[in-house]
């Protein structure tokens, strides 16, 4: 049996060859909210390894606000032009402070300083306040490293399943559902369409 994180390998990067999305990454991220409601929203998925899937964002959003009081999550992912659908059930953790620090530099300056101005999640009260927040950072950070706000970092979530779904004109999808089981093998087994 293929390993679930070799194949989403294996999917993703077929995914990746002659995408025509410009977001070829995004996946959706469901958290649950504190009234027991799911929210979803997609993000840009950084990395997958036998750790499991990596996404940055800021720790204190309300994605962030939800993984602290509920750590389970789950990841939507759809690429039309190869008709896989892959979704991921899992436990999310903050990654190590090292880790955003690297992902922090493959960020653009632009990025950098839009993310330093932000309080994502929070109201907004005028775009205006924004943009000269922005102009001060610019000014501000001239010729020097932009550094990473301490609430920005990334979640790592380390799957208990990963469907995997091939898609089918005539609706006979294929799907293979990966469990992970307690002493951390895998078992897949396959679901009606
Ligand atoms: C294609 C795409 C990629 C995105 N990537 C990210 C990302 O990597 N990190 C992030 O925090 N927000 C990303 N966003 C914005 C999120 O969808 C969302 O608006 C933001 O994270 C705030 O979510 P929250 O208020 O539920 O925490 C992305 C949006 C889109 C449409």
Redesign the pocket.
Known sequence: MEHPISKFKKWWQAALNDSPLK?KS?VCVSTIDQDGFP?G????LKTVDEEGFT????LD????VHISANPKVALTLWWDHVGYQVRVKGVAEPISEEEAISHWRTRSREAQLTTLCSR??QELKSSEALHEQLAEAETRYQGTEVPKPANWGGFRIRPDSIEFLTFSDDRLHKRELYDREDAGTWRMKLLQP
Do not use: I, L, W
Request: aromatic share 18%.
């Open positions: 977001q995004a929210s929203r997609f993000v840009d996404f940055c964002s800021y959003s309300e994605k962030g994502q999640s």
